[in-house]
T-cell receptor, first 114, second 109 residues
Framework: NAGVTQTPKFRVLKTGQSMTLLCAQD?????MYWYRQDPGMGLRLIHY???????AKGEVPDGYNVSRLKKQNFLLGLESAAPSQTSVYFC?????????????FGPGTRLLVL | KQEVTQIPAALSVPEGENLVLNCSFT??????LQWFRQDPGKGLTSLLL?????REQTSGRLNASLDKSSGRSTLYIAASQPGDSATYLC????????FGAGTRLTVKP
């Protein structure tokens, strides 16, 4: 099992450009999450999904969109990147609600917006 | 809103020392508390999960405790090793999930 994988590992964008981050899991998990991690701060939830075809907003959803067309994939999109979106992005998944059990994390995508 | 604090932000100890990492929180209405390990440039790995009805959990050299009344959790690492060097984060599961900023641990040979 590969677990949770993320593509790409690192990306540099110019302000206003768009991009999509891909998360894939092979554990048949229903729940998937996108977080961002900034220096000196804990992880913050951007969006999450409780199953194929469903998405919901997290703590910091502005400037991001997501899609869960297939159960194993969760995409995070930036339509018009801003320097404030420079961060490390983590995807995670779990069988049930993350409030009830542990999550499995991907290795992260480091994004720099100039 | 739940606030989670981890102090100190960084800690350096010699190999073999027993150590305690601290996590404090403001809202005791939680489902569980988890401790994660994060290696540089990597994702988070779950170490221990304590349900709200439990007081502690143990795994190998790690022991985590939970005291909801005082809003505190500790992660005890026995006989620390250089391989324990990493950032340790706590996360509270309640109405939402809140992560601490982490304690960066360095264990020197």
């Amino acid at each position: 099992n590969a677990g949770v994988t993320q593509t790409p590992k690192f990306r540099v964008l110019k302000t206003g450009q768009s991009m999509t981050l891909l998360c894939a899991q092979d554990m048949n998990h229903e729940y998937m999450y996108w977080y961002r991690q900034d220096p000196g701060m804990g992880l913050r939830l951007i969006h999450y999904s409780v199953g194929e075809g469903t998405t919901a907003k997290g703590e910091v959803p502005d400037g991001y969109n997501v899609s869960r067309l297939k159960k194993q994939n969760f995409l995070l999109g930036l339509e018009s990147a801003a320097p404030s979106q420079t961060s490390v992005y983590f995807c995670a998944s779990s069988y049930t609600d993350r409030l009830q059990e542990t999550q499995y994390f991907g290795p992260g995508t480091r994004l720099l917006v100039l | 809103k739940q606030e989670v604090t981890q102090i100190p932000a960084a800690l350096s100890v010699p190999e073999g020392e027993n150590l305690v990492l601290n996590c404090s929180f403001t809202d005791s209405a939680i489902y569980n508390l988890q401790w994660f390990r994060q290696d540089p440039g990597k994702g988070l790995t779950s170490l221990l999960l304590i349900q709200s009805s439990q007081r502690e959990q143990t795994s190998g050299r790690l022991n985590a405790s939970l005291d909801k009344s005082s809003g505190r959790s500790t992660l005890y690492i026995a006989a620390s090793q250089p391989g324990d060097s990493a950032t340790y984060l706590c996360a509270l599961g309640g109405n939402d999930m809140r992560f601490g900023a982490g304690t960066r641990l360095t264990v020197k040979p």
